[in-house]
């Protein structure tokens, strides 16, 4: 329920402050059985519509644009054919999937949201239940993933921040695995400051939030633009080891050139964490903290990855 009162919040939130609300294509999800695909993808449309969340791509529309891209590469759709796909059917985001086998009657299947302006992962899910809850959860995870990216896009800012897993692009790990995280901030405007500040979230598959940059060990001096940094870094004495409870976990970055007060800074934590229900309201405090200041200079960026038991 706490998710469902979310997406309301988040989806009118977005329609109070976008000008142009984002267009969503869902894919027919991968499977043997071609026709079970079509019917995931065809369920998470309609509740998507009838939850009036955002604009669906028309599926005839869709299935051309998958055929024409067939014809040019063989096999099934790429990751990386999002950008050329968004752009052939309007889309701003694709909702894909697969249906993995299953040794009961239930289903249990894969989400990912991606950007299709760069094929990264934004958002992930895994559920076991029948088609028609399972199509319920995967909607409402992506009503919620669309709306917080789209709530945090800044098309005017100058900045962009890049974000690279050590596994590569929409990597899988398994618990107990380590993880790194490189990032860097470009600009593109010549009078944009130089020295930025970047807070970076790890978002676990609980929805617990913590801030992993800055932390006790980093500081909060800021990083210079053109510059790769790492977490953790070279010279820390610690690694990001991976750890219970398995689902898609995200990785929130925001940049701006002035510091960003989302935590409590009495915290003695080295990594401030907020519990679920207090982490909810965070992007809403984002958005209203960079608006009052009027920082028309901020950025965002988010990357999902499935973390495995």
Known sequence: MRALVLCSLLFAFTQ???????????????????????EMAARISTDIVNRQAFPVAERNQ??????????????????????QLGKMVGADYLIVGEILPSTDKSLKATMRVLRAETGVVIGASVNSGDSESLAREF???????????????????PYTVLLQLNKGKNP???????????????KHDAYAASRVFVSIYAIGGDGTMTLIYPNRFSGNEGVM?????????EKDDFEWKLVPPAGAETIQAIVSSKPVRLQNERSSASFPTLPAKESEALYRGIQTELKEEKRGDWAAERVTYILKE
Do not use: C
């Not at 909607?139 to 800012?157: E, G």
């Not at 633009?225 to 870094?233: I, L, Q, R």
């Open 225 to 233: 633009v053109d510059k790769e940094y790492s977490f953790p870094g």
């Open 16 to 38: 109070a402050s976008a000008e142009k609300q984002p267009v969503v294509a869902i894919l027919p999800f991968q499977n043997k059985d071609a026709a079970l695909g079509e």
């Open 62 to 83: 869709l299935k051309k644009a998958l055929e024409e891209l067939a014809r040019s590469q063989t096999g099934l759709f790429n990751e990386a054919q999002a950008p």
């Open 172 to 186: 899988q790990y398994k618990l107990g695995e380590k993880l790194q995280l490189k990032f860097k901030v470009l």
């Open 139 to 157: 909607s409402a995870n992506a009503i919620k993933t669309i709306s917080i990216h789209s709530m945090l896009d800044n098309p005017d800012s």
